[in-house]
Each structure stands twice: as structure tokens, then as C-alpha cells.
DNA sequence: CTTGGGACCTGGCTGC
DNA sequence: TGCAGCCAGGTCCCAA
């Protein structure tokens, strides 16, 4: 599942490939996967334009053209973007459906596929009509302990709840709130405004390393995720928790696996205490 | 304000 | 082996 990492990961991987290029060709095979404007405009917008630059906000990656618009896309659960042409796709890929194809002026494509078809893309005069609404980025320089500390103080909510909350701040998913919250040994449980001043301040170096080395690790390809030449990220193979229920952790506990808010939810009951 | 639930979506898994 | 039904979870939306 692509969260900040992983949309990190396919903008820095995009970034030598698509500034400069003009788009040709624009065939969207499934139309639900453009949200905003309809079809005919969204093609419109595209052909002949040229991207001038690539940024991600929160899971959301976005191409800026020549024109002033902005090409959004949201991959969901189990989007990709892949280069083309491109080696046979990975058998994780092999069924996921092709939903837009893109054509360069030098011969070059990107293809967005998405098993799940819950992926979106926009094509929107200002970005921030899609990204506006979203919380802090927590690895901006204006994520401070003391911005996380007041953004937590108003919350009653599961800690687990409120890092996975785009609103609250963009970019965590599932995954990595487990990881921060195991690397900060927080109980995922515990209410967002009981968290005391020392675990607030380890919570926030947790979020801010966690989220960095699966950068510097190029994702967590745990299911359907692929770098955009189809190779995998290798973030997963440093998880502690996240996806291994049952497993152990370096205390000799197991890993536990529970449903917080209506999502799997795994840490250590060893290492991390509720009420504490 | 919060919280709970459903909708979207389909491959893969479980259980009979 | 077949098949029904559940599950994964990011996001939005509605009701209480």
C-alpha cells in the first residue's frame, strides 16, 4: 500500500524521466479513475502540454505542467505507476488493470495500473484544490515537536487513529504508524492527548526516522507495490511489526495483531504498555 | 466535536 | 476440487 515512502520513492524515480516531456497521447481505458474534470477535458488538458516539474504531498504525487495545471494521482490501495515500455510486469502485477496510458513526445509511456481500481487522478487549475485539506507533512521543516505535541493535545482518539489521519498529518498509512508507534514504544491504543511529554518527543523522532529509512530503503513493496521500472522496495525487510503478526520481536515477545478503528493493527504487547 | 458504519474495489485466502 | 464469503485498507460520506 503506497504511503509517503512509497509516493517519495516513485516521484524521485520519475524525477529524471518526465520534466520536459510533452504528452502525446492520453488513453484512459477505465474512466472512473479521473475524478475531476471529465474525461474529454482531462485529455484535452494533458495533450501538448509539457510537465515542468514533479511533488508529492501527503500520498498524493503531483505533476506540474507548462499550462499552470497540475496532474494529480492518488494510488489507493493498489495503484502503480510504471515506465514504458517496460520488462514483463512482476506476477504481483500480472492481473492488475492498465486504467490510463500516457505517451511522450520522445516514444516513452507511463501506464497507471490498479488491481482495485481505487486509485484517482485529477487534472485541477491549483493543486490545492485536491491537497489543501491535508495535514502537515511530517518530514517539513515545519513539523516540530511542538507542533506534533498541540496537534496531539487535542485529540481523545487512539494515537494509531489520529497518525493515520490525513487531516491531522499527511502521509502515514497502516504500515508505518505501527512502526512509529513500536519504534516509539507507544500502545496504539493509548489516547492521542495522554501521551506524555517524553513520548511525544520520541514519537516524533520515531515518525521522522521510520519514515526516512523506508525512503532511503525505497518503500515496502508488501503487496502490490513496485518502483516504477518494476523493481521492489526493500523498506519491508526492516519492519518490526507492520504485516508480522505472530512473529518475534527483539524482546522474545510475539507480535500481536489487533483491529484499531476498523484496521489490522500489529505491535508488541511487551514493549508496548498501555497506560505508560 | 466524535464515532461508527457503509461504499468503493477485487485477488487471495479460508472453510465447508 | 469448487465455491461462497470474508478480508485487505485509503478515502469520502452520512447518520447518530
Not at 66 to 83: C, E, F, K, P, W
Not at 246 to 271: A, L
Request: glycine share 10%; net charge positive.
Amino acid at each position: 500500500m503506497p504511503e509517503l515512502p512509497e509516493v517519495e520513492t516513485i516521484k524521485n524515480d520519475l524525477a529524471p524521466f518526465l520534466p520536459g516531456k510533452t504528452f502525446t497521447e492520453v488513453r484512459v481505458e477505465d474512466p472512473t479513475a479521473v475524478e475531476e474534470p471529465s474525461v474529454p477535458l482531462f485529455k484535452a488538458g494533458l495533450v501538448g502540454r509539457t510537465i515542468s516539474g514533479l511533488g508529492r504531498r501527503g500520498k498524493f504525487f503531483i505533476v506540474r505542467l507548462d499550462s499552470g495545471q497540475a496532474l494529480i494521482v492518488h494510488l489507493r490501495m493498489t495503484g502503480n505507476l510504471v515506465l514504458e515500455p517496460s520488462r514483463p510486469l512482476p506476477k504481483q502485477l500480472a492481473k492488475a488493470r492498465l486504467r490510463i496510458s500516457f505517451r511522450f513526445d520522445d516514444g516513452s509511456g507511463l501506464g497507471f495500473i490498479d488491481r482495485r481500481r481505487l486509485g484517482r487522478v485529477w487534472l485541477v487549475d491549483n493543486e490545492q484544490e485536491v491537497v489543501g485539506k491535508l495535514g502537515p507533512e511530517p518530514l517539513g521543516e515545519g513539523f516540530t515537536r511542538a507542533l506534533l505535541a498541540s496537534l496531539l493535545s487535542k485529540r481523545r482518539v487512539p494515537i494509531k487513529a489520529v497518525l493515520c489521519d490525513q487531516h491531522i498529518m499527511a502521509g502515514i498509512g497502516n504500515m508505518y504508524a505501527d512502526e512509529a508507534l513500536y519504534e516509539a514504544r507507544i500502545h496504539p491504543l493509548t489516547p492521542a492527548n495522554k501521551l506524555p511529554p517524553r513520548a511525544v518527543g520520541r514519537l516524533y523522532q520515531a515518525i521522522r526516522d521510520v519514515l526516512s529509512e523506508a525512503i532511503a530503503n525505497k518503500g515496502a513493496s508488501v503487496d502490490t507495490y513496485f518502483r516504477p521500472d518494476c523493481r521492489r522496495g526493500e523498506a519491508h525487510y526492516r519492519f518490526k511489526v507492520a504485516h508480522r503478526g505472530g512473529g518475534e520481536c527483539g524482546c522474545g515477545g510475539k507480535v500481536q495483531r489487533i483491529v484499531v478503528r476498523g484496521r489490522g493493527t500489529y505491535y508488541c504487547p511487551r514493549c508496548q504498555r498501555l497506560g505508560r
